[in-house]
């Protein structure tokens, strides 16, 4: 071998094994909860910026961690974001106000955290010393595109204003990317499964609470396209990308999910995972969105292939219901994102 390639295999190794400073935006969400832990196992260091809406506590099986920083606060405050990159070298920025209904709640409260905030983060992350920034975007970006797999190089036609700040955002994280500052963005498909931060309002999630809890599911419509990706493949991959090479993920975007199935098909998967008799009840609905995404490019790029299935995700949801981790699911409003914004006055 000669001493390029000796040089090449060396600087890949280095990569492969390199411990980030990590700050996670919204890291006590849904998927933070998940993706931190296992940073930390890892063996990175890890900040948590996030308002901690959803309980103080999401992060308790990290919390002894000495690697591990907890601030809670505003992302909209430059103060505490300059704190909280104090000595990060990497930043995973999860944190939004999700779900369209969540955000027409308060489009101005939408609005300023989902991007005004945005561009200054980015340029306070940069000015810190930060050397990668990876970004979830969301599939939601493309709008309605009919008959094909959905794959990264169509144009994006977000149909709210979640989807087009979310767009808008990928544009301000691309442009502000320079040498030295290595920017990666990920456009997840609906994510689903256990996490200590449960939602219950996400479509295999609401699926299989209701069968769990009431031993029968409602389909509306049934045909519309959902992707979806198991929590721990999402988290994986977050992880996954800090080992990945500068070259290999800078200014790059993709699309991450599972395959695409009807809704359905995912109520049938429930069944299944859950092995008991669900009645399965379809009722017509005037939500006619259906999404298509395609994940080939990453999976060729990247080599990332999801290693779980919805079966999968149902069967970690059956469980914690089974243990005790899920309290009264159907009043909790820590398990349902809009009716905890419309419980708080968060301004």
Same mark, same amino acid.
């Given at each position: 071998?000669?001493?390029?390639?000796?040089?090449?295999?060396?600087?890949?190794?280095?990569?492969?094994?390199?411990?980030?400073?990590?700050?996670?935006?919204?890291?006590?969400?849904?998927?933070?909860?998940?993706?931190?832990?296992?940073?930390?196992?890892?063996?990175?260091?890890?900040?948590?910026?996030?308002?901690?809406?959803?309980?103080?506590?999401?992060?308790?099986?990290?919390?002894?961690?000495?690697?591990?920083?907890?601030?809670?606060?505003?992302?909209?405050?430059?103060?505490?974001?300059?704190?909280?990159?104090?000595?990060?070298?990497?930043?995973?920025?999860?944190?939004?106000?999700?779900?369209?209904?969540?955000?027409?709640?308060?489009?101005?409260?939408?609005?300023?955290?989902?991007?005004?905030?945005?561009?200054?983060?980015?340029?306070?992350?940069?000015?810190?010393?930060?050397?990668?920034?990876?970004?979830?975007?969301?599939?939601?970006?493309?709008?309605?595109?009919?008959?094909?797999?959905?794959?990264?190089?169509?144009?994006?036609?977000?149909?709210?204003?979640?989807?087009?700040?979310?767009?808008?955002?990928?544009?301000?994280?691309?442009?502000?990317?320079?040498?030295?500052?290595?920017?990666?963005?990920?456009?997840?498909?609906?994510?689903?499964?256990?996490?200590?931060?449960?939602?219950?309002?996400?479509?295999?999630?609401?699926?299989?609470?209701?069968?769990?809890?009431?031993?029968?599911?409602?389909?509306?419509?049934?045909?519309?396209?959902?992707?979806?990706?198991?929590?721990?493949?999402?988290?994986?991959?977050?992880?996954?990308?800090?080992?990945?090479?500068?070259?290999?993920?800078?200014?790059?975007?993709?699309?991450?999910?599972?395959?695409?199935?009807? +809704?359905? &098909? /995912?109520?049938?998967?429930?069944?299944? =995972? @859950?092995?008991? *008799?669900?009645?399965?009840? %379809?009722?017509?609905? !005037?939500?006619?969105?259906?999404?298509?995404?395609?994940?080939?490019?990453?999976?060729?790029?990247?080599?990332?292939?999801?290693?779980?299935?919805?079966?999968?995700? +149902?069967? &970690? /949801?059956?469980?914690?219901?089974?243990? =005790? @981790?899920?309290? *009264?699911?159907?009043?909790? %409003?820590?398990?349902? !994102?809009?009716?905890?914004?419309?419980?708080?006055?968060?301004?």
């Amino acid at each position: 071998m000669d001493k390029s390639k000796r040089r090449s295999l060396k600087k890949k190794e280095d990569q492969m094994t390199k411990k980030w400073n990590v700050l996670v935006v919204g890291g006590a969400g849904y998927v933070g909860s998940n993706l931190v832990p296992k940073l930390l196992k890892a063996g990175h260091k890890v900040t948590v910026l996030d308002l901690y809406l959803y309980g103080d506590d999401v992060l308790k099986v990290a919390a002894d961690n000495p690697g591990l920083t907890q601030i809670k606060g505003d992302m909209r405050d430059p103060a505490t974001v300059k704190k909280a990159l104090n000595g990060c070298d990497a930043v995973i920025h999860l944190a939004c106000i999700s779900n369209d209904p969540s955000f027409e709640l308060n489009p101005d409260l939408g609005k300023s955290i989902n991007y005004d905030c945005f561009r200054p983060l980015v340029k306070a992350a940069k000015e810190a010393g930060v050397k990668r920034f990876i970004y979830a975007s969301s599939s939601s970006v493309y709008g309605i595109k009919e008959g094909t797999d959905v794959t990264e190089d169509l144009a994006l036609e977000p149909l709210t204003d979640y989807s087009k700040y979310k767009a808008l955002c990928e544009e301000i994280l691309l442009e502000e990317r320079e040498p030295g500052f290595v920017v990666l963005i990920l456009r997840p498909a609906t994510v689903c499964g256990y996490s200590s931060r449960l939602r219950l309002d996400l479509t295999v999630n609401i699926l299989t609470h209701h069968a769990i809890t009431k031993g029968k599911i409602t389909v509306f419509g049934g045909n519309q396209m959902r992707p979806n990706i198991h929590i721990e493949d999402m988290t994986d991959l977050y992880a996954y990308c800090l080992q990945r090479e500068d070259a290999e993920i800078d200014g790059k975007t993709y699309n991450a999910g599972y395959e695409n199935y009807t +809704v359905s &098909d /995912l109520a049938n998967m429930v069944k299944k =995972g @859950l092995d008991r *008799d669900i009645e399965i009840t %379809i009722t017509p609905s !005037n939500d006619n969105r259906s999404y298509h995404v395609s994940s080939k490019k990453i999976q060729k790029e990247l080599g990332f292939t999801p290693k779980r299935t919805i079966e999968d995700a +149902v069967r &970690d /949801l059956k469980d914690a219901f089974e243990s =005790g @981790l899920v309290t *009264d699911p159907d009043n909790n %409003i820590l398990y349902y !994102n809009i009716k905890l914004m419309q419980s708080i006055q968060l301004v």
